[in-house]
């Protein structure tokens, strides 16, 4: 009890900051203060340690914790910082955020989805500080929390027929085959072309384009067998079926209904079926879905 006390005193001086008295005896007086249930000799061993030092450990802290930010979140801490640079004086710091971050929602979890979650819902709260760029940023941390998870999401063995195998296959028993979608896959809705604003974004050594557009898309992430996360723009019919299949299974027969019902009218049946059947490997490929060979 007594190793768990001094744990939190010290997790509290060295991530929330506190001001520290420059004197041995000075910092003991306060540490009585806020640490009330520390012995006199624990709270001796922790005026024995200098501010600078306390400074070290917050510094390497916030530090490592605004590195994992910026490497998962690469696209929205540049469109935070070209906002911040618009709206305020001083220059944007993904340190800073990450301590007001900390001081808003502490990064609690063992695991690295912790602190990712905490950053995309804090944007939440930074209104009055990024006015109408917010909804965009947050579409981008959205959009970068997909990426993100689909990532480091676990593999999965699956059964999956292949183009050619495909290719061999009736009609009636390619609309027989089920489907079924991994883990590792997701489909989100956006009120802005953020998939474009991160292509060019890694396209161009980390520029953002000039502007982004306002346009409602819908989207399914997935990740390949290469490790490579892929996404696809599909129809708001074909999405709507996607998010109705709470096993997240169903058949091709069912998704070729909504596929083909957005198509244009007269179009032939072979024409149709052709395109669904390129729509099908895309996703097959791009890891977003797997075919079951037995279906």
Known sequence: MALAAVLSAMRTIILDAPSLPDTEGARRVS???LFPVLSAEEIEDLAKISPDRF???TRSIFNGESGLIERYYALTCAMLGRTWEENHSESFSVR?????????RPWKTATTEGLVENFGEYLKDLSSQLGKSQEQIIEAARFEREVFYARRGADETTLALTREELAA????QVLNLTWSMPATSAWHSFNYDIAAAYTYFNAHSSALPS?????????????????TVRWREISKEVFQYFEEQKSRSGSLGELAEHFV????AGMPEEQSFVLFLEFVVDLVESGIISLNPNS
């Open 211 to 227: 502007m982004i557009a306002e346009r409602e898309h819908f989207l399914i992430f997935g990740r390949d067998v290469t490790n």
């Open 261 to 264: 019902g957005v198509l244009p």
């Open 169 to 172: 296959l009736t009609v009636g």
């Open 96 to 104: 800073d955020l990450m301590r007001a971050l900390h001081a808003k």
């Open 31 to 33: 540490f009585r203060a």
């Open 55 to 57: 400074r070290i450990y």
